[in-house]
């Protein structure tokens, strides 16, 4: 078996800043790796890199595509790596109005990438967006109101709902919880927990809540200053933390 | 007018023009950029379509201008004026003998022939501009074929009306891969874009942009499967040559708000009104 | 029976000649001369030669009398003229160091070599309507000064030699030209500069005044604000060297605007800067306000989503020729459009129930 993704020296800078540095990692086909680190380590930067939002200083992003197997992304053209965005790919961004097109219909959010990879019968178009609302438990009825009428749990189901209808093969989420108050992000996490498991997807979670990676990510890395400092089974590295770092990380969670 | 140079442009602007427009026969459907000039009429009203028929314009050209279909109306009237005064060419509202027609908003009812050149005023030349004001940003989803919020659009109108709520300016796809905007025209008059003998050109004078549809380019009106493009028109016949077949104007007739429906295509009318009188006359 | 309607080219006949009696207005009155206009309406005709970007001032008077003094339409009359214009070559660049100047106030520093001059400004005029003008009477007379012989420096001059505001970056590229190439994002600033010394004198007004309000602030001082002529010289190629063609009077203005800086860079002054046909001194200080916002991205600042930062938007809606011509076409028939959306809302009406439509109404 090929890793799903092998990503190889990935360093960004801003100016003399740097973003992230050095970064290394093969994902696997079904795994789920979860990014901690305080605020400002770099993981924003490192998910963007990776999903072509940022373009890296150095270092390579290989990807198993479905059609030609592994392709480096950084590398290749525009075109193919907006295609793979709308297909192979979904990106859940923290703030929803980033994701979502805050102008148009619920069902026409989730039925955009279906007809940007070309379905074009209306019909089954909305009975697929109707399925995906049932998903993320968002009634049927709201399928013709735009999103800014959701609240913010609402539109962050909306929004992955909306990334997850063509079967991406690989998620970027960065903070998909963040901004939302504790009951909702309970039962955010529940839901996302469900269709991972369901639909077996490697996923690539950013947060800086340890909660969320012990419940979701079955790998986990920890970043500091751009740099990892820290990976393995997420069990491992949060009950047994080798790194000074991951361990005041872990400890003053645990007060909390 | 004179001391104008032959159909006003200079020759330098002439062949600036020209290579726009063989960039645009040779990658039907995309928009390219052009140096547009100022023109002796406001933008808006139809400098582009000026520019293009200026540009493709010879001596012996007999030159057609419509409006809304008609001959008649004023602004096709102060272009054709233009013309004749600049050029010197031949006029005609016929729509067989013309070998240069400029057009607002209207495809003549007539079957155009080979070697006929259809010139469209265009205002805004942008399909994705009222989704998307940037042009940096349209120009891009051009390049990447990134086309999926254009049918975003058509399901946001069948969810809302229960129909695509587009009557005119009905964009369409060019030989499966520029989307473009057709010009104002009613959509009644898509299916005459496609395949069409003639060749199409498109002029947007302020928006600086020249596109084309070379002969015989297939064209296809964006639509669903189970929502299938409809050219509509008035359900009516023509009130004064009885064609059930060509698009129509509504004419108030009275205070009480009474109608009546004509072609919009005068010299279409006409032609088959004249054909009539001669038939009446035999009999 | 219904007659459709005919007689377009008739109509448009009489109506050019309404407009050309309305234009002379009452006979009883003496006609204005071309002349006249040129020498008494100067501010106008400025205008219509920096917008129509043609420096004739003889000619914007002629489009201003026959525009009936709508400034728009005089301006698309010049633009439209210049069209045909051929092109015989470019002149050097203009020397505005050399300016002889009739005006040249400094804000930033009380005195400085070449002084300030006030010239023949309405600064501080009262706003009072002067009945006096409503007779005929003869042209008062001003004193005369010694005039300056040597050039006037420019302030920011001043300021460069000891590094405090940012280097005018120095080039010999040939600048794109508005007028030849279609306008192509992103613009350079050459581009950015062409666009709006010819762009809508209200437009570049409002966009600079929306700096000010907060909407992308950058503090401008007016470090200089110069009117008066410039030689205007051209190679000519047969020749070997340069002659003087020709004089042009231009308002020039130099903004010392907000600083930049951090712990690695010492802080600077940046720079915005107007240049402008004629002496058009609200247009000049407006577009160095304009420029100065449009510069953010090589600056290094952020982008406030301020209007005045936005060169897509700034660009494409500054020139009053586009902006009128389209805004008044919709008075062009729409008939067969509009028949085509009025079938449409018919249709859509038929699909919705009866009561639900008597509900709407
Ligand atoms: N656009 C940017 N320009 C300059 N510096 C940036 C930019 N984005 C992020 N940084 C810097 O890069 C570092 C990593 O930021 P980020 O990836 O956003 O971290 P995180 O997501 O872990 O909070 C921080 O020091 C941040 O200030
Ligand atoms: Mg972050």
Same mark, same amino acid.
């Given at each position: 078996?090929?890793?799903?993704?092998?990503?190889?020296?990935?360093?960004?800078?801003?100016?003399?800043?740097?973003?992230?540095?050095? @970064? =290394?990692?093969?994902?696997?086909? +079904? !795994?789920?790796?979860?990014? /901690? &680190?305080?605020?400002?380590? $770099?993981?924003?930067?490192?998910?963007?890199?990776?999903?072509?939002?940022?373009?890296?200083?150095?270092?390579?992003?290989?990807?198993?595509?479905?059609?030609?197997?592994?392709?480096?992304?950084?590398?290749?053209?525009?075109?193919?790596?907006?295609?793979?965005?709308?297909?192979?790919?979904?990106?859940?961004?923290?703030?929803?109005?980033?994701?979502?097109?805050?102008? @148009? =219909?619920?069902?026409?959010?989730? +039925? !955009?990438?279906?007809?940007? /990879? &070309?379905?074009?019968?209306? $019909?089954?178009?909305?009975?697929?967006?109707?399925?995906?609302?049932?998903?993320?438990?968002?009634?049927?009825?709201?399928?013709?109101?735009?999103?800014?009428?959701?609240?913010?749990?609402?539109?962050?189901?909306?929004?992955?709902?909306?990334?997850?209808?063509?079967?991406?093969?690989?998620?970027?989420?960065?903070?998909?919880?963040?901004?939302?108050?504790?009951?909702?992000?309970?039962?955010?996490?529940?839901?996302?927990?469900?269709?991972?498991?369901?639909?077996?997807?490697?996923?690539?979670?950013?947060?800086?809540?340890?909660?969320?990676?012990?419940?979701?990510?079955?790998?986990?890395?920890?970043?500091?200053?751009?740099?990892?400092?820290?990976?393995?089974?997420?069990?491992?590295?949060?009950?047994?933390?080798?790194?000074?770092?991951?361990?005041?990380?872990?400890?003053?969670?645990?007060?909390? | 007018?004179?001391?104008?140079?032959?159909?006003?442009?200079?020759?330098?602007?002439?062949?600036?023009?020209?290579?726009?427009?063989?960039?645009?026969?040779?990658?039907?459907?995309?928009?390219?950029?052009?140096?547009?000039?100022?023109?002796?009429?406001?933008?808006?009203?139809?400098?582009?379509?000026?520019?293009?028929?200026?540009?493709?314009?010879?001596?012996?050209?007999?030159?057609?201008?419509?409006?809304?279909?008609?001959?008649?109306?004023?602004?096709?009237?102060?272009?054709?004026?233009?013309?004749?005064?600049?050029?010197?060419?031949?006029?005609?509202?016929?729509?067989?003998?013309?070998?240069?027609?400029?057009?607002?908003?209207?495809?003549?009812?007539?079957?155009?022939?080979?070697?006929?050149?259809?010139?469209?005023?265009?205002?805004?030349?942008?399909?994705?501009?009222?989704?998307?004001?940037?042009?940096?940003?349209?120009?891009?989803?051009?390049?990447?074929?990134?086309?999926?919020?254009?049918?975003?659009?058509?399901?946001?109108?069948?969810?809302?009306?229960?129909?695509?709520?587009?009557?005119?300016?009905?964009?369409?796809?060019?030989?499966?891969?520029?989307?473009?905007?057709?010009?104002?025209?009613?959509?009644?008059?898509?299916?005459?874009?496609?395949?069409?003998?003639?060749?199409?050109?498109?002029?947007?004078?302020?928006?600086?942009?020249?596109?084309?549809?070379?002969?015989?380019?297939?064209?296809?009106?964006?639509?669903?499967?189970?929502?299938?493009?409809?050219?509509?028109?008035?359900?009516?016949?023509?009130?004064?040559?009885?064609?059930?077949?060509?698009?129509?104007?509504?004419?108030?007739?009275?205070?009480?708000?009474?109608?009546?429906?004509?072609?919009?295509?005068?010299?279409?009318?006409?032609?088959?009104?004249?054909?009539?009188?001669?038939?009446?006359?035999?009999? | 029976?219904?007659?459709?309607?005919?007689?377009?080219?008739?109509?448009?006949?009489?109506?050019?000649?309404?407009?050309?009696?309305?234009?002379?207005?009452?006979?009883?009155?003496?006609?204005?001369?071309?002349?006249?206009?040129?020498?008494?309406?100067?501010?106008?005709?400025?205008?219509?030669?920096?917008?129509?970007?043609?420096?004739?001032?003889?000619?914007?008077?002629?489009?201003?009398?026959?525009?009936?003094?709508?400034?728009?339409?005089?301006?698309?009359?010049?633009?439209?003229?210049?069209?045909?214009?051929?092109?015989?070559?470019?002149?050097?660049?203009?020397?505005?160091?050399?300016?002889?100047?009739?005006?040249?106030?400094?804000?930033?520093?009380?005195?400085?070599?070449?002084?300030?001059?006030?010239?023949?400004?309405?600064?501080?005029?009262?706003?009072?309507?002067?009945?006096?003008?409503?007779?005929?009477?003869?042209?008062?007379?001003?004193?005369?000064?010694?005039?300056?012989?040597?050039?006037?420096?420019?302030?920011?001059?001043?300021?460069?030699?000891?590094?405090?505001?940012?280097?005018?970056?120095?080039?010999?590229?040939?600048?794109?030209?508005?007028?030849?190439?279609?306008?192509?994002?992103?613009?350079?600033?050459?581009?950015?500069?062409?666009?709006?010394?010819?762009?809508?004198?209200?437009?570049?007004?409002?966009?600079?005044?929306?700096?000010?309000?907060?909407?992308?602030?950058?503090?401008?001082?007016?470090?200089?604000?110069?009117?008066?002529?410039?030689?205007?010289?051209?190679?000519?190629?047969?020749?070997?060297?340069?002659?003087?063609?020709?004089?042009?009077?231009?308002?020039?203005?130099?903004?010392?605007?907000?600083?930049?800086?951090?712990?690695?860079?010492?802080?600077?002054?940046?720079?915005?800067?107007?240049?402008?046909?004629?002496?058009?001194?609200?247009?000049?200080?407006?577009?160095?306000?304009?420029?100065?916002?449009?510069?953010?991205?090589?600056?290094?600042?952020?982008?406030?989503?301020?209007?005045?930062?936005?060169?897509?938007?700034?660009?494409?809606?500054?020139?009053?020729?586009?902006?009128?011509?389209?805004?008044?076409?919709?008075?062009?028939?729409?008939?067969?459009?509009?028949?085509?959306?009025?079938?449409?809302?018919?249709?859509?009406?038929?699909?919705?129930?009866?009561?639900?439509?008597?509900?709407?109404?």
């Amino acid at each position: 078996m090929t890793p799903l993704l092998q990503v190889r020296g990935l360093t960004k800078r801003y100016g003399a800043r740097i973003g992230c540095a050095d @970064v =290394s990692f093969d994902l696997w086909p +079904g !795994e789920v790796m979860g990014i /901690v &680190g305080e605020s400002g380590s $770099g993981k924003s930067t490192l998910l963007n890199c990776l999903a072509g939002h940022l373009a890296p200083d150095a270092g390579r992003v290989i990807f198993d595509t479905r059609a030609d197997g592994s392709r480096d992304t950084v590398t290749m053209p525009e075109p193919e790596r907006r295609m793979l965005g709308r297909t192979d790919w979904a990106f859940v961004h923290q703030n929803p109005r980033d994701g979502l097109r805050m102008g @148009v =219909s619920a069902g026409g959010n989730v +039925g !955009e990438r279906l007809m940007a /990879v &070309g379905a074009r019968n209306y $019909g089954g178009i909305r009975a697929t967006a109707l399925d995906w609302l049932g998903r993320v438990e968002i009634a049927a009825d709201r399928v013709d109101d735009r999103p800014s009428s959701f609240s913010g749990g609402m539109q962050q189901r909306l929004q992955i709902a909306r990334n997850l209808v063509t079967g991406p093969r690989l998620v970027f989420m960065d903070e998909p919880t963040g901004g939302l108050d504790v009951s909702v992000q309970a039962r955010l996490l529940d839901l996302l927990r469900g269709l991972v498991r369901r639909m077996g997807l490697s996923a690539i979670i950013v947060t800086h809540d340890l909660a969320v990676v012990r419940l979701l990510a079955d790998r986990l890395m920890v970043m500091k200053s751009g740099l990892v400092v820290e990976s393995g089974l997420t069990d491992q590295v949060l009950d047994d933390p080798q790194h000074a770092y991951t361990q005041l990380l872990v400890s003053s969670v645990l007060q909390v | 007018m004179n001391d104008y140079n032959f159909a006003y442009l200079d020759e330098q602007t002439k062949r600036m023009i020209r290579r726009a427009l063989l960039k645009a026969v040779a990658i039907p459907g995309y928009q390219v950029p052009f140096a547009s000039r100022e023109m002796p009429m406001p933008y808006g009203w139809g400098t582009g379509g000026v520019q293009v028929t200026a540009a493709c314009l010879t001596p012996e050209d007999v030159l057609k201008v419509i409006d809304q279909g008609a001959d008649d109306t004023t602004n096709a009237v102060s272009i054709r004026k233009f013309f004749q005064r600049t050029a010197g060419v031949a006029t005609t509202e016929h729509t067989g003998e013309a070998t240069l027609i400029q057009t607002r908003h209207r495809i003549p009812e007539t079957t155009l022939h080979e070697g006929q050149i259809l010139v469209y005023q265009v205002p805004i030349p942008e399909p994705l501009r009222f989704l998307e004001p940037r042009e940096t940003e349209t120009r891009k989803m051009h390049a990447l074929e990134d086309y999926g919020l254009m049918h975003v659009k058509l399901y946001e109108d069948i969810a809302r009306h229960g129909v695509i709520a587009t009557a005119y300016a009905y964009p369409v796809k060019v030989e499966g891969r520029y989307v473009m905007d057709p010009s104002p025209i009613p959509k009644f008059d898509n299916p005459k874009l496609s395949d069409s003998a003639a060749l199409q050109l498109f002029g947007a004078g302020r928006e600086q942009r020249i596109y084309a549809l070379p002969p015989y380019t297939t064209v296809v009106s964006l639509d669903f499967e189970d929502y299938p493009f409809e050219p509509t028109k008035a359900d009516h016949a023509c009130a004064l040559c009885g064609s059930a077949e060509s698009y129509l104007d509504e004419v108030i007739m009275d205070d009480a708000g009474g109608r009546m429906f004509v072609c919009s295509d005068t010299d279409y009318c006409a032609t088959r009104r004249a054909e009539q009188d001669k038939s009446s006359a035999k009999i | 029976m219904y007659v459709a309607v005919k007689g377009g080219e008739r109509a448009i006949e009489n109506a050019h000649a309404f407009l050309a009696e309305d234009r002379r207005g009452d006979p009883a009155v003496p006609e204005l001369s071309v002349a006249q206009i040129r020498e008494q309406m100067a501010l106008a005709v400025n205008r219509v030669m920096a917008e129509g970007s043609l420096y004739d001032p003889d000619l914007a008077a002629l489009a201003i009398k026959q525009a009936r003094g709508d400034l728009i339409e005089a301006i698309f009359l010049i633009r439209a003229y210049r069209t045909t214009l051929p092109r015989f070559g470019s002149s050097k660049p203009l020397d505005t160091g050399a300016m002889a100047c009739h005006r040249r106030i400094s804000a930033t520093f009380k005195d400085a070599p070449g002084g300030q001059v006030l010239g023949p400004t309405f600064d501080y005029t009262h706003r009072l309507l002067d009945f006096k003008l409503m007779a005929e009477g003869e042209a008062p007379v001003a004193p005369v000064a010694e005039p300056r012989r040597e050039p006037t420096p420019h302030i920011t001059e001043f300021l460069n030699k000891d590094g405090m505001i940012e280097e005018e970056a120095q080039s010999d590229a040939m600048p794109p030209d508005l007028t030849r190439e279609p306008l192509e994002l992103p613009a350079d600033r050459a581009l950015r500069l062409q666009s709006i010394t010819r762009g809508d004198e209200g437009f570049i007004l409002g966009m600079a005044y929306s700096t000010q309000r907060g909407y992308a602030r950058n503090h401008a001082f007016v470090a200089e604000l110069r009117i008066g002529t410039c030689s205007v010289e051209m190679e000519i190629p047969e020749l070997g060297f340069a002659v003087e063609i020709g004089e042009v009077t231009l308002t020039e203005c130099e903004t010392v605007n907000q600083f930049k800086g951090s712990k690695t860079e010492p802080a600077q002054f940046t720079r915005g800067y107007g240049l402008v046909f004629g002496q058009t001194e609200r247009k000049a200080i407006a577009m160095a306000l304009v420029d100065r916002a449009l510069r953010w991205k090589e600056l290094g600042e952020d982008n406030s989503g301020a209007p005045a930062q936005d060169e897509e938007f700034v660009l494409y809606h500054a020139d009053n020729i586009q902006a009128t011509g389209f805004l008044e076409h919709i008075k062009l028939p729409h008939y067969v459009d509009f028949q085509s959306e009025l079938e449409l809302v018919r249709k859509l009406r038929a699909g919705v129930p009866e009561a639900l439509r008597e509900a709407a109404e």
